[in-house]
């Protein structure tokens, strides 16, 4: 049995959960999600908690028991708190700003890089170098975030360039003036 797939899912009272023809429904203060359960899972709802049940013992149906369970806490815990992953800018003369649903940044390259913004999506510029990707769809989220750091990876000498908010740049030694 998965020890992730059995764990049952509280959920709060503003969010409602509902199934039909295989599809998750998922609503709460922040939006709606949806989402199509995998073949052979199931799920049932008692009092506030959701548990994902699998139909049989197959090797297919036992490795989607905890993908199912996991994607559905995450649509719960996005549409009742949402999702944010934040972003850095390090490099002289680097910097971002937001325009409507473009995300403008300086990068140190010949122009500016523009970068479209998808629907669900809210991107903060702070003090022109933090970002912060909010929505509530976690996947979705975790995309963008890493979209955007793929424009400009931090460099290992100077560590110039996006980097996750928290995240540690191994730093490697410069060339060595005059040692032989």
């Given at each position: 049995m998965s020890r992730i797939g059995k764990k049952p899912i509280a959920f709060p009272k503003t969010v409602k959960i509902s199934q039909s023809d295989g599809i998750v429904k998922v609503e709460g203060p922040k939006g709606k999600l949806s989402s199509k359960l995998p073949q052979g899972i199931t799920m049932s709802i008692s009092d506030n908690q959701l548990v994902v049940e699998r139909a049989s013992e197959e090797r297919l149906v036992r490795s989607y028991h905890g993908l199912a369970r996991t994607l559905i806490s995450n649509m719960v815990t996005g549409v009742s708190t949402g999702f944010e992953k934040g972003l850095e800018i390090s490099g002289v003369g680097y910097r971002a700003e937001v325009a409507g649903s473009t995300l403008k940044l300086v990068l140190g390259f010949s122009s500016p890089v523009e970068y479209t913004i998808p629907k669900g999506i809210d991107v903060k510029v702070d003090k022109q170098v933090n970002l912060v990707v909010s929505g509530i769809n976690k996947e979705l989220v975790g995309r963008v975030a890493s979209e955007i750091r793929s424009l400009k990876k931090?460099?290992?000498?100077?560590?110039?360039?996006?980097?996750?908010?928290?995240?540690?740049?191994?730093?490697?030694?410069?060339?060595?003036?005059?040692?032989?």
């Open positions: 931090p460099e290992p000498y100077k560590g110039k360039g996006i980097k996750y908010t928290g995240e540690h740049i191994r730093r490697k030694a410069g060339k060595a003036a005059g040692a032989k």
